[in-house]
């Protein structure tokens, strides 16, 4: 199924079922009076503060199922976020990795996506729709105070019962216009299935919805470990995955994933994103 929306949303092949500057400031050193010539140079200037990394002990990146411990140093007035990741993923090496584009809700404390930019080229780009994009989510972001839950079968259940609705972010929702927006809505309904309604445009101007539905038997394959096998794109088989996280405060969010069959490259490199149950 492809997954679209328009400006800085990515294109993304889910499951079967379709209806439809960084820069950097240099201090200035100053130079005191003082001896007898009055030449003689005052202290080097102190370096400017780096900010504390806050870290993310459970994130799921990019192309991969386990969970990795990453962090990121703050955006100051300066300085672009920056993502530190032990390992090489795909649009992320190991080390420090410039962020395009963050988003943490107050609300959701310890929780986020991360973004970064990636060739536009077919990326999004959907004929007679939008051009393509050039920002693309590469982490999930969640501290140790998010964890799965133990029974995600009974806590889907839950969902189910309550009609739960999430607000669904991917590619930390940038876009041109202004501040990031909800690219979907998920709702959980009564029989364990659910809807994902995809936004083609922005909701803050003209857009489109774009439903799709999953089975309660494919809700289950994706809450499983082996997560669901979606070949109904040959050239792009993958198998996605969707993980409940809660915290000490009961509050919840799903993450799905989406890892290419043949393994993650940078080419074809799956999915990630996050959702926010709606207060």
């Known amino acids: 199924m492809?997954?679209?929306?328009?400006?800085?949303?990515?294109?993304?092949?889910?499951?079967?079922?379709?209806?439809?500057?960084?820069?950097?400031?240099?201090?200035?050193?100053?130079?005191?009076?003082?001896?007898?010539?009055?030449?003689?140079?005052?202290?080097?200037?102190?370096?400017?503060?780096?900010s504390p990394a806050v870290a993310y002990a459970n994130s799921v990146l990019l192309g991969s199922t386990p969970a990795v411990a990453l962090s990121v140093v703050p955006a100051t007035t300066t300085t672009s976020p920056v993502l530190v990741s032990p390992v090489a993923a795909p649009l992320v090496m190991a080390g420090n990795n410039a962020l395009v584009s963050l988003y943490q809700p107050a609300a959701f404390a310890g929780a986020g996506i991360a973004c970064v930019s990636a060739a536009a080229g077919s990326i999004g780009t959907v004929t007679g729709v939008n051009a393509g994009v050039n920002v693309k989510s590469v982490a999930a972001l969640l501290n140790n105070t998010w964890t799965p839950v133990t029974e995600p079968m009974g806590a889907w259940a839950k969902l189910a019962a309550s009609a739960a609705v999430f607000d669904g972010?991917?590619?930390?929702?940038?876009?041109?216009?202004?501040?990031?927006?909800?690219?979907?809505?998920?709702?959980?309904?009564?029989?364990?299935?659910?809807?994902?309604?995809?936004?083609?445009?922005?909701?803050?101007?003209?857009?489109?919805?774009?439903?799709?539905?999953?089975?309660?038997?494919?809700a289950m394959q994706m809450l499983s470990g082996a997560g669901l096998t979606d070949t109904s794109n040959a050239q792009n088989p993958q198998v996605i995955r969707l993980t409940i996280y809660a915290n000490a405060a009961s509050q919840t969010l799903l993450v799905e994933q989406a890892i290419p069959a043949s393994g993650a490259t940078n080419g074809n490199p799956g999915y990630v994103a996050i959702y926010f149950s709606r207060q």
């Not at 994902?196 to 445009?201: I, K, L």
């Open 2 to 50: 492809v997954r679209f929306w328009s400006e800085c949303h990515t294109m993304r092949t889910i499951a079967p079922r379709q209806i439809v500057t960084v820069c950097i400031a240099a201090a200035l050193a100053g130079c005191g009076g003082g001896g007898d010539g009055g030449n003689t140079a005052g202290p080097p200037p102190s370096p400017p503060p780096v």
């Open 169 to 218: 972010w991917e590619n930390c929702g940038a876009k041109a216009e202004g501040g990031p927006s909800p690219a979907s809505t998920l709702t959980v309904n009564a029989d364990d299935s659910f809807t994902d309604n995809v936004f083609d445009g922005n909701p803050s101007t003209t857009v489109r919805i774009v439903d799709q539905s999953f089975s309660a038997t494919q």
